[in-house]
């Protein structure tokens, strides 16, 4: 499983999404022994999960049934755990489409949060793009790296602990877009200019 791969069958070490219902889903990493409790029961990792095929619908031990799913970007905006205020699919796909993203494109991003936005732009520009993303606050720039690693799109993003608006993005003259999501996006204006590739006329 990765999180710009498809797989199909749910393997040990994997993050896929239990899907309870239209407005709960819960990310769990799978391992062998594991279990998660639901409402509607546990959900045993080695006998419920591993090797079943993604998409099945699983019953958990006091009768009641899930879905489990293959990660997607969607999905795990719907469920990640939030340490910001984070960016929803609709906003996420306006910003996708204006920022013209497809695969192989390099992007720049701030503040990277809980990091919504960023997995959709690393579904964007995999398997050949890049995504440099910038974060002042250390934990949450921690914990995200924790998550990129965990959903194995780690090799498509560098992420940078300092302030952007006094110390850019760490690169210059690469980036095809640039998206701010910060609370005085104005003071990273010539940052972003230095960010962005300069286009042949
Ligand atoms: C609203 S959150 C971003 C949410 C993100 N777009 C998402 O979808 O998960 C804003 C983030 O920007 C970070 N931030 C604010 N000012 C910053 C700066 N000058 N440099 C780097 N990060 C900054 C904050 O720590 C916070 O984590």
Redesign the pocket.
Known sequence: MSFVEYSDLIQDGDVAIVYLSHTSALPVKVRQGGQTQTRYGVLRHSSDLIGRRYGSKVTCSRGGWVHVLHPTAELWTCSLPH?????YTPDIATITMMLELKPGAVVC??????????HAILRSVAPSGHLHT????QQ?AEKVMEEFKEHRVDHLVTVRT?????DGFGVRGVADAVFL????PW??VQHAKDALRTRAA
Do not use: K, M, N, Y
């Open positions: 340490r910001t205020q984070i960016l991003e701030s503040g990277t949060g809980s990091g919504s936005l960023s910038v974060e002042f606050h949450r300092q302030d952007v608006c006094r999501d910060i609370p005085s003071e990273a």
